[in-house]
């Protein structure tokens, strides 16, 4: 670790998670530090995520209980209204839940630096943290179908 890096907000536990999921760290830091004020970081390294939109990821929330989202990340682009679970590394290739979209290796997502400036892309519904843990696939999957409902379910992007 260099020595910029290993004095960069030792405090923020969350955003050095999500640095170090990032080939190259530093560049993380770097794009958070710009005028911009979020970084492109790639799925598929340390965990994979689901899409989905913002109103069913309450439904599932509610359905989970506030227990099962302690210290799991949850960022959100409000600009279109989509959500991004994290989820352990490899569950993409398997993921077929109708409504969502799996982003896993060679996909990358937009975020803010947790604990930092939050914008209306790459927002964090639920940051990273000391503890951070990845949300259950097979729980999640349960979850959505348990609240699915009757009308045709909304397509992936």
Same mark, same amino acid.
């Given at each position: 670790?260099?020595?910029?890096?290993?004095?960069?907000?030792?405090?923020?536990?969350?955003?050095?998670?999500?640095?170090?999921?990032?080939?190259?760290?530093?560049?993380?830091?770097?794009?958070?530090?710009?005028?911009?004020?979020?970084?492109?970081?790639?799925?598929?390294?340390? %965990?994979?995520?689901?899409?989905? /939109?913002?109103? $069913?990821? *309450?439904? !599932?929330?509610?359905?989970?209980? @506030?227990?099962?989202?302690?210290?799991?990340?949850?960022?959100?682009?409000?600009?279109?209204?989509?959500?991004?679970?994290?989820?352990?590394?490899?569950?993409?290739?398997?993921?077929?839940?109708?409504?969502?979209?799996?982003?896993?290796?060679?996909? %990358?997502?937009?975020?803010?630096? /947790?604990?930092? $400036?939050? *914008?209306? !892309?790459?927002?964090?519904?639920? @940051?990273?943290?000391?503890?951070?843990?990845?949300?259950?696939?097979?729980?999640?999957?349960?979850?959505?179908?348990?609240?699915?409902?009757?009308?045709?379910?909304?397509?992936?992007?």
């Amino acid at each position: 670790m260099s020595g910029g890096l290993a004095r960069r907000e030792a405090a923020n536990a969350g955003a050095h998670w999500i640095a170090y999921t990032h080939p190259v760290p530093e560049q993380v830091w770097e794009e958070w530090d710009s005028p911009v004020g979020v970084a492109l970081v790639p799925a598929g390294r340390h %965990w994979d995520a689901v899409a989905m /939109p913002y109103d $069913r990821l *309450l439904t !599932v929330i509610a359905d989970m209980g @506030p227990a099962a989202w302690e210290h799991t990340p949850v960022l959100a682009d409000m600009s279109c209204g989509r959500t991004y679970v994290f989820v352990p590394e490899g569950t993409a290739g398997a993921w077929r839940e109708p409504g969502t979209t799996a982003i896993g290796r060679g996909s %990358w997502l937009v975020m803010s630096k /947790p604990g930092g $400036r939050q *914008l209306r !892309v790459g927002q964090w519904v639920n @940051p990273p943290s000391l503890i951070t843990r990845l949300t259950n696939p097979a729980d999640l999957s349960a979850s959505m179908r348990r609240t699915a409902h009757d009308d045709k379910p909304e397509e992936g992007f």
